[in-house]
Each structure stands twice: as structure tokens, then as C-alpha cells.
């Protein structure tokens, strides 16, 4: 009896100390998401089939306009095409696809490739240029012969087969940053990535936290980061929006992706927000 009744109580010490570990295991897992903000799973913002929840604004064009179907679905890839009769030169259409949501505290991940030629006559800086916008105005907001939208660009490029050329970019049409504890004012900066020539496949993150910091990503990897996005009040219509807003602090946004005359791909748009 004594030697079943000590097998039963190291039994049961045992379970109580899996019971505990488990406990602390779940505890710390529980610990570690809080820490890193993330809640909720990836959520895909394309749902491969059509333009459901976006709106394009294109310039000269309304908003809600696609003009000459730009941005189209094929193949269940969110295309952006530039069709001869549309477009028999570029004509500085720039576009952009707007989500219908305004986002503050996330993670975007963006799977997207450059393909065939340059749309004639479309700025030479512009061969195998695309981007996504963040912290961005509304399309509604936009005036018609607007180009581009008050945002922070995270600038996606292509390389030539030849040059290096980096992607995951910063450009700032009518805002700026602060790196390193300055106001950055200059239009574009560059970020550390590798150049990616051809047509492959390229999955750019974009870590958004308010006004806080704002991190571009490739394969994990931080290839650029800042602080304090905000309006640019020498841009006239950056300044309109600030005063509507109350301040030139930018701490949340559209998101929208480009189009800038060279035909592209996204596979895949998701969003992951994160508690603030």
C-alpha cells in the first residue's frame, strides 16, 4: 500500500508541475503577443476576383473613375495595364487604388512583380516604378488634376538586369519624416535593400505605428525606418489638409497603390492590425 500510495503522489506531483508548465508556457506565449501589438490574424484586402472595397482616382479623372480599366483583375492578380486605346501615351495619368478603410496601427505585407514594357511616354524615372501609400488623404480629397495623393510612399522598383536599384523606398509627396531626430525634407531616400531585376515575385512589409515609426521590410528584414510622419505645410494642398485636421501630425490613413506607367502585378494585399 505505502509503495502504491508514494507512486500515486509522485504521479500527481508530476501533473502538477505539467499543469504549471503548461500554464506559464500559455502565459508567456500570451505575454510575447501583447508585447509585439499584434492582434487579430491577417486579413487579405483583395480578394481576388474583383475591385470590391476600392476605389481608383486617377488623374484628370473623378474619383471613382477607373479610367481605361487601369486597374483591372486577371488571373486573380490585381493588374495595373495601360490598353493602346486608353492610353496611346502615359500623359501623366498617375493613379492610385484606394482601400475604402482608414488604417493607424498595422502591418501590410504586398506581394508584387513588374512585367512587359513601359507604358509610351511615361517619365524615364518611372520605368519599373510602383508604390503603396500609407497614412494617405482620401481620394475624394484629391483635386482632379491631382498626381499624387498627401501620403508617405513606400516606393516599389524594379531593377534593369543591370544597375543596382534598390526597393521599399521612402518618397514623401507633400509630407515629411524625421530620421534620426531631423526633419527630413527631401523628396525620396533609399533604403537598403537588394535590387530585384525581372519579372520574380517580390513580398515587401510595411510596419505602421501611428506616429510613431514607420518600418519598410523584405524577407523580415528592416531595410528602412522613421519617425513622425507629417504634413508638409509648404505644400499648398498638404497645408489645406493640416488645417483641416488641426495639425500637421500624421498618425493614420488610406492605403492605396500606384499606378505610375509601368504595368505590375500584387498577388496579395494583407493587413494585420495591431493594438495601439
Known amino acids: 500500500m ?3 500510495f508514494a507512486f500515486r503522489s509522485r504521479v ?7 499543469g504549471l508548465c503548461l500554464v506559464f508556457t500559455s502565459y508567456s506565449a500570451a505575454s510575447v503577443a ?4 499584434e492582434t487579430g490574424q491577417w486579413r487579405s484586402l483583395f480578394n481576388g476576383q474583383d475591385l470590391t472595397g476600392w476605389t481608383p482616382k486617377i488623374r484628370f479623372s473623378e474619383a471613382g473613375e ?5 486597374f483591372r483583375v486577371e488571373d486573380g492578380l490585381l493588374s495595373v495595364r495601360y490598353d493602346d486605346e486608353a492610353y496611346p501615351e ?3 495619368r498617375f493613379g492610385h487604388l484606394f482601400f475604402n478603410e482608414s488604417f493607424s496601427h498595422y502591418k501590410l505585407r504586398v506581394v508584387y512583380r513588374f512585367v512587359g514594357e513601359q507604358c509610351k511616354g511615361g517619365p524615364g524615372w518611372a520605368t519599373r516604378n510602383s508604390g503603396i501609400m500609407v497614412h494617405g488623404e482620401k ?4 483635386g482632379k488634376d491631382q498626381d499624387f495623393p498627401a501620403s508617405i510612399e513606400v516606393q516599389l522598383l524594379g531593377g534593369n538586369g543591370r544597375d543596382p536599384r534598390t526597393t521599399a523606398n521612402l518618397c514623401t509627396p507633400g509630407t515629411n519624416v524625421v530620421m534620426i531626430g531631423e526633419l527630413v525634407t527631401r523628396h ?6 537588394e535590387t530585384y531585376h525581372g519579372e520574380q515575385w517580390v513580398t515587401v512589409e510595411v510596419e505602421v505605428r501611428g506616429n510613431e515609426v514607420i518600418r519598410h521590410l523584405i524577407d523580415g528584414k528592416s531595410v528602412l525606418e522613421y519617425q ?3 504634413l508638409d505645410d509648404r505644400d499648398g494642398h498638404a497645408k489645406q489638409l493640416a488645417e483641416a485636421a488641426g495639425t500637421v501630425q500624421l498618425s493614420g490613413g488610406t492605403i492605396s497603390l500606384q499606378s505610375e506607367s509601368h504595368p505590375c502585378d500584387f498577388k496579395s494585399v494583407e493587413i494585420l492590425v495591431l493594438e495601439e
Not at 12 to 18: H, K, M, N, T, Y
Not at 139 to 142: D, F, K, Q, R, Y
Open 12 to 18: 500527481a506531483r508530476c501533473l502538477g508541475l505539467l
Open 34 to 37: 501583447a508585447q509585439d501589438g
Open 90 to 92: 502615359f500623359g501623366e
Open 66 to 70: 477607373n479610367y481605361g480599366n487601369t
Open 2 to 4: 505505502s509503495t502504491r
Open 228 to 230: 513622425e510622419p507629417q
Open 139 to 142: 481620394p475624394e480629397t484629391m
Open 188 to 193: 525620396c531616400t533609399s533604403s537598403t535593400s
